[in-house]
């Protein structure tokens, strides 16, 4: 959704966080192991933050450090149970700012919502508000919902209705 526009060297420890938002959806863990499971391949050091109940956490500074141990169980399952999720939506410029300060004190490279309708729009907003403030933070979104309510020309599909609607 936003990047900075820096190029990043092949082997740079990357610092990363991931948020779940919104109802849970196959495939969403295996989203997180593969960030998790690329950035490790690139620099041993690497590093992958889950936000803890999804925006909330983002915003509160709620987080942990995944690691291959706290991944291992999660692999291949359904659902956002690794983190938990909620609804909350950045919404006023305080919310905005807690992000960017909770993203500035982790030293992120990137932040990536996982959901569905509202989780990306609410990544919308968020990457329009961090490049507004030059924030170092490049903000990515996956869609990641059962209700098929995210297509368009650029996007066929989301990660999870496949699996739901056989």
Do not use: W
């Not at 526009?5 to 092949?10: A, E, K, L, S, Y």
């Not at 305080?94 to 919502?113: I, N, T």
């Not at 995210?150 to 699996?163: A, K, M, P, W």
């Amino acid at each position: 959704v936003y990047n900075r526009g820096d190029p990043v060297t092949v082997g740079e420890e990357l610092k990363v966080g991931v948020v779940f938002a919104g109802g849970p959806a196959p495939g969403g863990h295996n989203v997180v192991c593969g960030l998790f499971d690329h950035l490790k391949e690139r620099n041993i050091d690497s590093k992958v933050f889950g936000f803890l109940n999804g925006t909330s956490g983002l915003m509160s500074g709620t987080y942990v450090e995944l690691s291959e141990s706290s991944l291992a169980r999660f692999r291949n399952q359904g659902g956002f149970h690794l983190l938990g999720s909620d609804r909350t939506k950045l919404e006023t410029e305080a919310d905005f700012e807690r992000a960017r300060k909770v993203a500035k004190e982790l030293d992120l490279d990137g932040l990536v919502f996982i959901g569905g309708f509202d989780t990306n729009t609410n990544a919308m907003y968020a990457a329009e508000n961090f490049k507004m403030h030059n924030a170092k933070t490049n903000v990515v979104s996956v869609p990641s919902t059962i209700d098929g309510d995210l297509r368009n020309e650029q996007l066929q599909t989301s990660i999870g209705f496949d699996t739901v609607t056989k």
